[in-house]
């Protein structure tokens, strides 16, 4: 079954500053998933990735899948209290997800 | 856009009773919806795979007689938590997909409480 390694686990991050989260699958990905959840609340879907090398971006957050299909990041840009909460990564047919990342923005 | 509505939000009930979750998908048709269970700054984990008309498909691990799942149509699935335990407590989310190159779709989730 695919296993999906997401770092770091948490990250405090300063108001401003740039971060970035990733995501290592133990099997090629064919299709890669980020959603950021607030803990106790539904999911947003945030991007979808399918193609070696493929780049995404929606506002300030940009999603890579590398060439090999197996590793993918996500970054912020100048990161904004908006931004805090549980990053996740999935994929799969019934998305096996990471253990997520929680981001927390300090002011 | 694709809107996964789920019912109720929050449940508390008393040990032994069973609880209906409800996952219906607002404005498209899903033939596959997923069940998920997450415990306390936990990932989610995938308890079973709903299909409309026929069985769900249970993970590894997770009882089907204990978590019964009925997909009777293309729009709605209903997760039962039979002979609930306090062990049962946790967050219930289910989603929906449109096939894989849409992405899927998550409800807002269900916080069960089991008393």
């Known amino acids: 079954s695919q296993e999906l390694e997401q770092s770091p686990q948490s990250l405090i991050v300063q108001e401003g500053k740039n971060l970035t989260i990733n995501c290592t699958s133990s099997?090629?990905?064919?299709?890669l998933y980020w959603y950021k959840q607030k803990y106790g609340e539904g999911l947003i879907f945030l991007m979808m990735?399918?193609?070696?090398?493929e780049e995404k971006s929606h506002e300030k957050i940009t999603a890579k899948l590398d060439e090999k299909k197996q590793q993918s990041s996500l970054h912020i840009t100048a990161s904004q209290p908006s931004h805090a909460g549980i990053y996740l990564c999935?994929?799969?047919?019934?998305?096996?997800f990471g253990k997520g990342t929680h981001l927390i923005i300090q002011p | 856009g694709a809107v996964v509505s789920q019912h109720p939000s929050r449940v508390i009930c008393k040990s032994g009773t069973s609880v209906k979750i409800e996952c219906r998908s607002l404005?498209?048709?899903?033939?596959?919806m997923f069940w998920y269970r997450q415990f306390p700054k936990k990932s989610l984990m995938l308890m079973a795979t709903?299909?409309?008309?026929?069985?769900?498909?249970?993970e590894q691990g997770v009882e089907k007689d204990k978590f019964l799942i009925n997909h009777a149509s293309l729009t709605l699935s209903t997760l039962t938590v039979t002979s609930a335990h306090p062990e049962d407590s946790s967050f219930y989310i289910c989603?929906?997909?449109?096939?894989?190159?849409?992405?899927?779709?998550f409800g807002s989730g269900t916080r069960l409480t089991v008393v």
């Open positions: 989603s929906a997909g449109q096939g894989a190159d849409y992405g899927y779709t």
């Open positions: 099997k090629t990905l064919y299709g």
């Open positions: 990735l399918q193609k070696g090398g």
């Open positions: 999935g994929a799969g047919d019934g998305l096996t």
């Open positions: 404005d498209f048709q899903a033939t596959t």
């Open positions: 709903s299909n409309e008309g026929s069985k769900a498909t249970y």
